[in-house]
């Protein structure tokens, strides 16, 4: 699996549905950068990167109940050292951001944070993998430069999904949510029962599809007060 991270794009937004392989493919490309800076030989068939002057990560959910935290308060503090830690040499792994909190609210800080790191003139410049389920972010590919949008493939046959452990340019079509929980082994009821919610909520929704952060026309109002 090719890992390309340059001037151009520095940030990668990775879309895919669950068990595809996103973790998988961004833990291996920390690995991969820690273990050629040590001198070490490398699982890959060309390596060619620089040096880096740290490695980040917030990868995987967990909450801290001895110092009553939260999940969500947890990822924000790991974030938040991320932020204010890394310079534009580093590598930052980042792996579902903002899914503890309300969707609005967890896509707005998500969003924020690409922002943040992806604009070189004011934010961190620095080389980035970032996963999520929000696809509304795919759409900072447009508007934000050093973005660009990747999917792990996968291909569908009727309810059943087939994960092609390959990434693949461009933004993921679906998460695939129902049809990962079935092969998760939920019963057939319950997976029946939620497509037919799902339809009623795609019909009842003000657009095609589920209930979205339209950003580009926050954007476009946030440059008519301007």
């Given at each position: 699996i090719t890992v390309t991270l340059g001037q151009d794009f520095s940030l990668l937004i990775i879309t895919g549905p669950n068990m595809a392989g996103k973790s998988t493919y961004m833990r291996q490309t920390a690995l991969i950068a820690l273990m050629a800076q040590i001198g070490s030989f490398v699982?890959?068939?060309m390596c060619r990167m620089g040096v880096v002057d740290a490695i980040f990560t917030r990868v995987g959910a967990s909450d801290d109940l001895a110092a009553g935290q939260s999940t969500f308060m947890v990822e924000m503090t790991e974030v938040a050292e991320i932020l204010q830690y890394a310079t534009p040499r580093s590598l930052v792994i980042l792996d579902e951001i903002g899914r503890g909190t309300s969707?609005?609210?967890?896509m707005s800080i998500a969003r924020a944070v690409v922002e943040h790191i992806a604009e070189k003139s004011c934010g961190l410049?620095?080389?980035t993998l970032f996963a999520t389920?929000?696809?509304?972010?795919?759409?900072?590919?447009h508007t934000v430069g050093g973005v660009k949008n990747y999917n792990i493939a996968v291909k569908k046959r009727g309810d059943d999904v087939t994960f092609l452990r390959r990434i693949v340019r461009?933004?993921?079509?679906d998460s695939y949510g129902i049809e990962v929980a079935k092969l998760a082994g939920?019963?057939?009821a319950v997976t029946d029962r939620a497509k037919e919610v799902l339809r009623q909520l795609e019909a009842s929704a003000p657009c095609s599809g589920a209930t979205q952060l339209d950003f580009t026309s926050m954007d476009a109002g946030e440059r008519a007060e301007q």
């Amino acid at each position: 699996i090719t890992v390309t991270l340059g001037q151009d794009f520095s940030l990668l937004i990775i879309t895919g549905p669950n068990m595809a392989g996103k973790s998988t493919y961004m833990r291996q490309t920390a690995l991969i950068a820690l273990m050629a800076q040590i001198g070490s030989f490398v699982p890959a068939q060309m390596c060619r990167m620089g040096v880096v002057d740290a490695i980040f990560t917030r990868v995987g959910a967990s909450d801290d109940l001895a110092a009553g935290q939260s999940t969500f308060m947890v990822e924000m503090t790991e974030v938040a050292e991320i932020l204010q830690y890394a310079t534009p040499r580093s590598l930052v792994i980042l792996d579902e951001i903002g899914r503890g909190t309300s969707t609005f609210d967890g896509m707005s800080i998500a969003r924020a944070v690409v922002e943040h790191i992806a604009e070189k003139s004011c934010g961190l410049g620095c080389k980035t993998l970032f996963a999520t389920h929000y696809h509304e972010l795919t759409e900072l590919e447009h508007t934000v430069g050093g973005v660009k949008n990747y999917n792990i493939a996968v291909k569908k046959r009727g309810d059943d999904v087939t994960f092609l452990r390959r990434i693949v340019r461009g933004a993921a079509d679906d998460s695939y949510g129902i049809e990962v929980a079935k092969l998760a082994g939920l019963p057939q009821a319950v997976t029946d029962r939620a497509k037919e919610v799902l339809r009623q909520l795609e019909a009842s929704a003000p657009c095609s599809g589920a209930t979205q952060l339209d950003f580009t026309s926050m954007d476009a109002g946030e440059r008519a007060e301007q």
